[in-house]
């Protein structure tokens, strides 16, 4: 069995800064961290090849100072690494960069063996899309098994994985084909501490380095900012609201009631609005 897992290098989120011409995020300067979501990604990665057997490949697309991101999975216990690294990818958005991973895991795939499975985390801190995974997912054309919590079973020998999905009505269990990608929520499972054993690996380990070209990507116009029809007008904070909450002090009826009441009183439209509402049922 071959796991792939794609993790990001993400600037830490306390200090992050936006381009003002650009309007993309400012990496030089700003510490870095694997995006928190991935490392589910990578704990369930792991836990499937120590109860199934097989490897598992870590891939990542940035700078080369994105390496230490790789070295830090490889402490983990990831068998290889492998960094999607060239000028043609800068500014990716969602589009461009799924584009380049999805040739990269094909290549990984030529190279080390097919995947099976694809993790990936849910979302990253920086962009927050959700995007990146389906896209992988589609560009493959893998089976596509997003949020899910839990990894119920896997048959190698039927080629079927079965997972719990997380969905606004509740859980949904969900039996599918492989190969597949899995993107994983938050909160999953604890992930583990690396050995003394993989961390002295993971320091003289090669970590695989591409360029757009060693990747075999065939197109290179779908890459980086040109590659990329996504356009951010403008980046701003929020604007504070100038109006104060209000304390509201019942008296003289039960509670509830004078809450309500003196609710209705602030906010009159509030009222009619709930009346409305009601009518409706």
């Known amino acids: 069995m071959h796991i792939v897992v794609c993790i990001k290098q993400v600037p830490d ?3 992050i800064r936006v381009h003002p011409v650009t309007n993309t995020i400012m990496r030089q300067g700003v510490p870095t961290i694997i995006n928190p979501y991935d490392l589910f990604a990578l704990e369930e990665a792991l836990r499937l090849r120590d109860k199934f057997g097989g490897e598992v490949t870590v891939l990542t697309m940035g700078p080369p100072s994105a390496e230490d991101s790789l ?10 690494a492998v960094l999607l690294t060239d000028r043609f990818f800068a500014g990716a958005d969602t589009l461009a960069t799924s584009y380049a991973l999805a040739s990269a895991i094909r290549k990984i795939g030529a190279t080390y063996g097919e995947a099976d499975i694809v993790f990936t985390g849910k979302q990253t801190i920086d962009g927050d899309t959700a995007q990146v995974g389906p896209g992988i997912c589609k560009r493959l054309d893998f089976l596509q098994l997003t949020y899910v919590s839990k990894v119920a079973s896997l048959d190698l020998a039927g080629r079927t994985i079965e997972v719990e999905r997380r969905s606004e009505g509740g859980v949904q269990v969900l039996r599918s084909r492989l190969p597949c990608l899995i993107t994983m929520l938050e909160g999953t499972n604890e992930v583990r501490r690396g050995s003394m ?9 090669e970590v695989v380095k591409w360029s757009a070209q060693d990747a075999g990507v ?3 116009s779908k890459c980086g900012l ?4 996504t356009v951010v007008k403008r980046v701003f904070a929020p604007t504070a609201r100038s109006e104060k909450a209000i304390v509201v002090e019942p008296a003289g009826l039960p509670p509830a009631d004078a809450l309500i009441d003196e609710i209705f009183k602030v906010r009159p439209k509030l009222e009619a609005d709930m009346f409305e509402l009601a009518r409706g049922f």
């Open 218 to 220: 065939e197109d290179i």
């Open 197 to 205: 054993l993989n961390a002295l690996n993971a320091a003289r380990a």
């Open 13 to 15: 989120s306390a200090q």
């Open 71 to 80: 070295r830090k999975a490889l402490t983990f216990g990831a068998n290889r």
């Open 226 to 229: 040109r590659g990329s029809p």
